[in-house]
């Protein structure tokens, strides 16, 4: 991670910050697209380098980024840290270190079988297990690969007590033995549909990684605006524009998932047009 200070400015119809050293050399990369990522001023941001000729780099900073940092056309002094992503994925030591994302059941087999699980035995979800359904969920696509999701792992039974009690749909989390809350970050992803999609895509992925496990979990709703989604947020510490957007409560189960009911294949399904 590089820290420097720069200046956000306009830059012709864009508005951008400099890169005031030669990105290239920095993250020895000699040729290619120049993915980075970090924080302005401690605002999340993922982007890619544009080149301004004579090795001049520049950073596009997008209308919702401009809004987080209050930004509005003047000349503007920043703080940053600037990773090279290109640089993640080369190393080879930190691509071992990340366990392989493997169950034995085949991936139509899970999709179809994966029902909500309300009931849990209590017992521990071993941190192994926890990193693949964590790793399951950054899998997931978001529009433009803005990635606005964030996870947290809560498996303080006071917390998880105390939310059980602020949401009737929610009682399962009193015997859960930890819940994955994720997060949607409005400082990343300003279009709130896509913002909402990206983070129902993530809780999918995890559903679907918990019951390939052999683990049993539910998606709890958080709707926007009301005393529970505050709660959370609040217990969480989360940062502004930052929303839980769905709780999910796992445990193994102690109960048979009921199968799905069978769809209706003609009810739902059309070709062509409706
Ligand atoms: C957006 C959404 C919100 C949900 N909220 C809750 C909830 O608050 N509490 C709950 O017990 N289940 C909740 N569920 C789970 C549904 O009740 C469940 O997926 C549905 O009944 C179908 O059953 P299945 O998951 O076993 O296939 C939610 C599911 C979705 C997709």
């Not at 930190?94 to 139509?108: C, G, N, W, Y």
């Not at 069978?262 to 070709?271: A, L």
Request: proline share 5%; with cysteine.
């Amino acid at each position: 991670m590089v820290e420097f200070q720069s200046r956000i400015g306009k830059d012709g119809r864009l508005t951008v910050m400099e890169i005031p050293f030669d990105a290239r050399e920095t993250f020895q990369m000699p040729k290619g697209t120049i993915f980075v990522c970090g924080t302005i001023n401690g605002i999340p941001y993922r982007g890619k380098l544009l080149s301004r000729g004579n090795g001049k780099q520049v950073l596009t900073i997008d209308k919702t980024l401009q809004k987080g940092l209050g930004y509005a056309g003047q000349d503007f002094p920043v703080n940053v840290a600037m990773a090279c992503e290109n640089q993640a994925e080369m190393v080879d030591e930190e691509k071992e270190a990340i366990p392989r994302l493997h169950s034995d059941m085949e991936a139509i087999t899970a999709i179809a079988g994966r029902a909500s699980v309300r009931k849990y035995a209590d017992k521990t979800v071993e941190p192994q297990k926890l990193e693949v359904i964590l790793r399951a969920g950054l899998s997931a696509p978001s529009a433009k690969n803005k990635r606005p999701f964030h996870f947290v792992v809560v498996e303080d039974k006071a917390v998880l007590g105390a939310w059980a009690a602020g949401n009737s749909n929610a009682k399962m989390l009193s015997h859960a033995p930890c819940c994955i809350v994720v997060c949607g970050d409005g400082n990343v992803e300003g279009t709130r549909d896509f913002l909402v999609g990206g983070c129902a895509a993530a809780t999918q992925n995890m559903l679907i990684a918990i019951h390939a496990l052999g683990l049993g979990g539910v998606w709890c709703g958080v709707l926007r605006g009301k005393e529970w989604s505050r709660q959370v947020a609040a217990d969480l510490y989360l940062p502004v524009k930052v929303e839980p957007l769905t709780v999910i409560a796992l445990g193994y189960p102690t109960e048979q998932e009921k199968a799905p009911v069978p769809w209706d294949m003609k009810s739902h399904i059309h070709y062509e047009r409706w």
